[in-house]
């Protein structure tokens, strides 16, 4: 039933100090004198008057309980919680700091007509009887519940109205409500006199039957509601390996009595004599090529040593400030080469075994009759924050992806953040739900990939190869158009919304003006300012940010929202029907769609939003309240689901053995849209392909960002099971320290769900919860039960802490408005005040690479991650072509590791649980931005040993060049040995080694020196989203690349250009001229200057940009820098103004 009133915020100068602020209450509807519950809506009460109701008076929480009686019998349950989510499904809640929680019913969400049951929006027929325009209950369908067989329609108030009436008439017919052969199969009569309504269909065709077990009927006699608890805990005496009803005979049902005859259960034969099929192996690489690629970075090494011990003891006499730039170059680079080869000693490859995958949790067995998956649930989070640099189209687009995943849709939720809370983005989200009705069964009749509707209608190959159904050309022609559509609907959801607003707020100023007119009679009009406020689609006022913002409507400054777009679908398949009204035949598909949810999270001024982290951090407390998937796939809103199965891949691994150790699976990052030859190293593959596969040869590769499946668990900063030390190498020379330090992390940062291997509760320390995760005992009450589903499968007696199978074959719970309003509460600004959110749990706080410092955390605490390289890309997405934009994406990246380096998380000071190469790793990460400065000195050398006619060495001899033969010739058969494991082409190697010094002579030279103010000055550091193409169909798809942005990162290596040039110009007029020229120096001077410039060469190209479009400030730069290098040499050594010159008389002098 719906209380007519909750308890709402009280004004915080109310709250006693020390306690913490009550979490609002959902106000959704008031009770009318005669009984009936009215919601408030903009019909029948105005905003205004709502705050005035509810600001006004204090409420206090009580609770009052009527007994039975002949009027007020109390509805059924089944009845009553459809009901309570229908009404979910159609209201939008909001709700924040010092404000109640409000559901809002929507009319509608969009423009465009929603014709799908578990769309956002109110549906269907409304009610015939007179006075009431309620409308009437719908099915999982979408079809009408009518309990007449006359088929009066007729609302859930009125029917109840008519069945406290005591004859229990219908309006219609005037005759008594009638039980059905279904109602008999499904519900027990002595329970209630009245049946459950159902629909025209489900009446008169019989077709839907109950797949309630007898036990959860009995429950559900009993008590009303399954207990989870009764069994979710219980221990292997209970239920053993099986289900959580062994059988008492200790078998399957086969009755053979071999249990010994003492009654005990027992362990499953089977389980005992049946092989063990592992989900998951690891590939060695063959020993043919890592054993020559480890032998040579042991050379290599032996042979730096060698070398720079030499440099050290030979100096330069005629030019020491020369040798002494280039031997610290040396040195910095030598130990920079270290920390970045030794972690690549161990790389490995994984495969997974899907059909074991599908046969374990998926196939009807002993432990799972019916069939359902037992698979644990995943949630996907969905962020975006400015839909003018992300475009909604490409957000929807991932969206769709998602919904059409392979994996049950029961088990699938998406979460949607909106950080701008932009009305944009939220009709934008509506209109692709609007689409999937269609999208998403089309996928899955005819085995779409990619199911991202843009990527797949973009495809080059033909799109009828292997397409066996001969409806297939008809289907796609038609889903074309519709997607043709759907484009064209949501790229005009700008100027649609636009014009409704106006509209809108027009007519609120003729309704103002008119108003003052009445109220002043014929004193003059003061001019009227009415605030241009955003509408929604029902004729509303937008919470979010206004186009034009206005007081509590600004991206910084707007309360929480959260729209359930897409309700939680059955836990039954729906198959399709002429009746739906879909132009496809659906008949044989599964017509559900996961559950899909906007959340925008409350800012306020005063509280800092901690950017990316925050959204990510309230989107895990609001999905724990709403589905709490044990696992949960993060991904950016242009990253889209390019292999269907992927999640089905990184399930592989959660759910092997040992999988209950592994945080995260990360996966690859793979891009489209790139220029065929990756000028600015776009893909990334030397990363992604050899440094992320040789850490997963140690503890895991680190988190990017996005693409990466988490373990609920890990999230909520607790310990891994079977947690081990190692040792550091700081232990001989700082073991005391190490020692303290680690006992300081695990008493403060360390929190044990479990001790050891027991599965017992034993660890959890109940009472500190609410402290560390905040006030909320839905939140707190849903870190067990996440922490339960997420085990592994215990089908073998090898499996350590898992979880009996067929356990999570049940129906999740229904949504409430009770549910939803928790989840408004825990996205508000002061959820996080006083907690450990951001700091030890979930997305950390303080660094703008909050994805590095979140994945070492963990690492840290000792969990492992896992690198998931399908054969089909798992997900695909965008990367900024464009040199001024991929320079500022390096330059965020850089000034994130400058953070960690100078932070808490720097790798030294790392528990023992991080290991020693994992260790190297992490260090490596906060330092290789320092790497700038050695590297840009180094780059001008050559330019000043041509200009001094000196060089790093006093003269080229034998042993300097066979050292630099050894090490050069080491280093190339490296890469090549590299190559052929990693299976990346030499291309993209001499690509990535370019873009190396492109950005680390631009990039991360700003970054060290932002780091370093941030540290010495506290002066904080801002970047702009990182723009995101729009997918549009353009004559150029590479447009971008040619577009020139000036920036201040391009004066570095535009210096580094323009000095190497003029420096190669000016020593070969010296040598020429010279009447004793010295070649080698000139040699070596050149070599060096030439192999800067082949480095730079991508930068020089795309300074170039197209023939005619150069920016002007190019050439002034340049002409600038080569006329004061000119002038400057001019100065410093005239070339017939020296008493020593040996130029001859026919020598070239300036005038």
Avoid at 310 to 335: Q, Y
Avoid at 436 to 459: D, G, Q, T
Wanted: glycine share 8%; net charge neutral; charged share 25%.
């Amino acid at each position: 039933m719906f209380n007519s009133s909750r308890s709402s915020l009280s004004d915080a100068s109310d709250i006693p100090s020390g306690r913490p602020m009550r979490p609002p209450q959902v106000t959704f509807a008031r009770r009318t004198p005669s009984g009936r519950y009215v919601n408030y809506s903009r019909d029948n009460l105005s905003r205004d008057d709502l705050d005035s109701e509810i600001g006004s008076v204090e409420f206090m929480n009580y609770t009052v309980h009527i007994p039975p009686t002949p009027d007020n019998q109390p509805m059924d349950p089944s009845i009553s919680q459809r009901v309570e989510e229908q009404y979910v499904s159609n209201s939008l809640f909001t709700g924040g700091f010092n404000s109640a929680t409000r559901a809002h019913l929507m009319d509608k969400v969009t423009e465009s007509e929603v014709n799908h049951p578990q769309m956002a929006g109110a549906k269907g027929s409304s009610c015939q009887v007179p006075g009431c325009d309620g409308k009437v209950m719908s099915d999982g369908r979408g079809e009408d519940i009518l309990p007449c067989e006359c088929d009066f329609k007729i609302c859930r108030d009125c029917y109840i109205d008519a069945v406290k009436g005591g004859d229990a008439n219908c309006p219609g017919c005037k005759e008594s409500y009638k039980e059905t052969d279904l109602d008999e199969k499904a519900v027990d009569n002595n329970q209630r006199h009245l049946p459950l309504p159902s629909s025209k269909q489900e009446r008169r065709m019989s077709l839907m039957k109950s797949t309630k077990s007898g036990y959860m009927r009995n429950q559900g006699a009993n008590g009303g509601e399954f207990d989870h608890n009764r069994w979710l805990f219980e221990t292997k005496g209970t239920y053993g390996y099986g289900n959580a009803l062994w059988p008492k005979d200790g078998g399957f049902g086969n009755g053979d009595g071999d249990d010994g005859g003492n009654g005990e259960p027992r362990e499953p034969s089977e389980f005992l004599t049946k092989p063990w099929r592992p989900l998951t192996r690891k590939l060695r690489i063959p020993a043919a090529v890592i054993s020559p690629y480890r032998l040579l970075v042991l050379i290599r090494l032996v042979v730096l040593a060698f070398f720079l011990a030499w440099r050290v003891k030979h100096t330069n006499p005629d030019a020491p400030w020369l040798w002494g730039m280039s031997v610290i170059c040396e040195l910095w680079f030598s130990f920079s080469w270290i920390l970045d080869q030794l972690p690549k000693l161990n790389p490995v490859n994984r495969v997974t075994d899907l059909n074991v995958l599908k046969e374990k949790f998926d196939l009807p067995g002993p432990n799972n009759p019916t069939g359902k998956s037992d698979l644990p649930g995943v949630d996907f989070f969905v962020s975006t924050a400015d839909p003018e640099k992300e475009p909604p189209l490409v957000t929807a687009n991932t969206i769709l992806s998602i919904l059409a995943a392979d994996y049950p849709v029961e088990k699938l939720a998406c979460y949607v953040s909106d950080d701008g809370g932009a009305l944009l983005t939220f009709e934008a989200m509506a209109e692709a739900a609007s689409f999937a009705n269609m999208w998403v069964p089309f996928c899955r009749k005819h085995n779409i990939e990619p199911r991202n509707p843009e990527s797949y209608f973009s495809l080059k190959r033909d799109p009828y190869k292997n397409k066996v159904k001969q409806d297939f050309v008809k289907d796609r022609r038609r889903i074309k158009r519709e997607y043709d559509e759907f484009k064209v609907r949501t790229n005009s959801l700008p100027d649609s919304i636009r014009r409704r607003s106006d509209a809108y707020n027009a007519r609120e100023e003729i309704k103002a003006l008119k108003m003052q007119r009445e109220q002043a009679g014929d004193e003059p009009l003061e001019p009227i300012k009415v605030q241009k406020a955003t509408w929604m689609a029902d004729g509303t006022h937008w919470p979010g940010t206004w186009l034009h913002p206005g007081p509590e409507h600004t991206k910084g400054d707007h309360a929480g929202i959260i729209q359930v777009m897409l309700k939680p679908p059955s836990d039954e398949p729906l198959q399709g029907t002429p009746s739906d009204g879909s132009p496809l035949d659906f008949s044989e598909v599964d017509i559900r769609l996961p559950l899909l949810v906007y959340v925008s999270r409350e800012k306020r001024p005063g509280y800092d939003h901690n950017k990316k982290a925050g959204a990510m951090n309230a989107l895990v407390r609001a999905s724990a309240i709403l589905s709490n998937g044990p696992f949960i796939l993060n991904v950016d809103c242009d990253h889209y689901i390019y292999n269907s199965q992927a999640i089905r891949e990184g399930m592989c691994f959660m759910m092997d053995r040992g999988g209950d150790r592994i945080c995260y699976v990360q996966f690859p990052q793979r891009f489209e849209g790139i220029d065929p030859s990756d000028r600015y190293a776009n893909h990334n593959t030397v990363f992604f392909d050899i440094n992320m596969r040789a850490l997963d040869g140690i503890q895991g590769p680190v988190y990017v960002g996005t693409g990466c499946l988490f373990r609920r668990i890990a999230l909520y900063g607790f310990d891994p099971p079977r947690a081990k030390d190692h040792p550091g190498f700081c232990d001989c020379c700082f073991g005391r320290r190490k020692k303290r330090i680690a006992t300081s992390a695990s008493s403060e940062e360390n929190h044990a769900l479990r001790m050891g291997d027991s599965d017992d509760e034993s660890g959890i320390d109940l009472s500190t919860l609410p402290k560390k995760f905040g006030n909320s005992n839905l939140l707190v009450d849903s870190i067990p039960v996440a922490e339960f589903q997420g085990r592994p499968l215990a089908d073998h007696p090898s499996i350590r802490n898992g979880r009996p199978p067929g356990a999570l074959t049940i129906p999740r719970d229904l949504l409430d408005a009770s549910t939803v309003a928790e989840a408004i509460s825990v996205i508000s600004c002061w959820y996080e005040d006083k907690t450990e959110w951001g700091g030890r749990i979930g997305w950390i706080y303080g660094s703008v690479t909050e994805d590095v410092v979140t994945g070492y955390r963990m690492h840290n605490r000792g969990w492992r991650s896992i690198y998931c390289v399908t054969k089909r890309d798992a997900f695909r997405g965008t990367a900024p072509i464009n040199l001024t934009d991929r320079l500022h994406q390096v330059l965020r990246w850089a000034t994130g590791s400058v953070e960690i380096f100078f932070s808490r998380n720097n790798a030294l000071l790392a528990s023992h649980r991080l290991k020693l190469l994992q260790r190297i790793a992490y260090l490596n990460v906060g330092i290789y931005p320092f790497t700038s400065i050695f590297l840009i000195a180094y780059c001008f050398l050559p330019a000043l040993s041509l200009f001094s006619g000196q060089f790093i060495v006093a003269t080229l001899n034998i042993t300097f060049l066979v050292y630099l033969l050894i090490i050069s010739v080491a280093l190339v058969l490296l890469a090549l040995l590299e190559i052929k494991w990693s299976g990346i082409a030499l291309e993209e190697w001499w690509r990535n080694e370019q873009f190396w010094l492109i950005g680390g002579t631009s990039a991360h030279l700003a970054a060290v020196v932002q780091g370093l103010l941030k540290v010495i000055a506290g002066i904080e550091i801002s970047f702009t989203l990182t723009s995101k193409s729009a997918g549009d169909e353009n004559d150029d798809e590479f447009a971008d690349l040619y577009v020139i942005k000036w920036t201040s990162l391009m004066i570095p290596p535009l210096v580094i250009i323009m000095v190497n040039l003029v420096a190669i110009a000016v020593g070969f007029s010296r040598t020429i001229y010279s009447t004793i020229p010295q070649w080698s120096k000139l040699l070596g001077g050149v070599f060096f200057s030439f192999w800067v410039l082949a480095h730079l060469y991508p930068f020089a190209k795309g300074l170039m940009g197209r023939r005619g479009r150069t920016p002007t400030i190019v050439f002034v730069w340049a002409g600038l820098i080569t006329i004061t290098i000119s002038l400057l040499w001019v100065a410093i050594k005239p070339p017939n103004g020296g008493e020593n010159s040996d130029l001859g008389g026919g020598g070239f002098s300036f005038p």
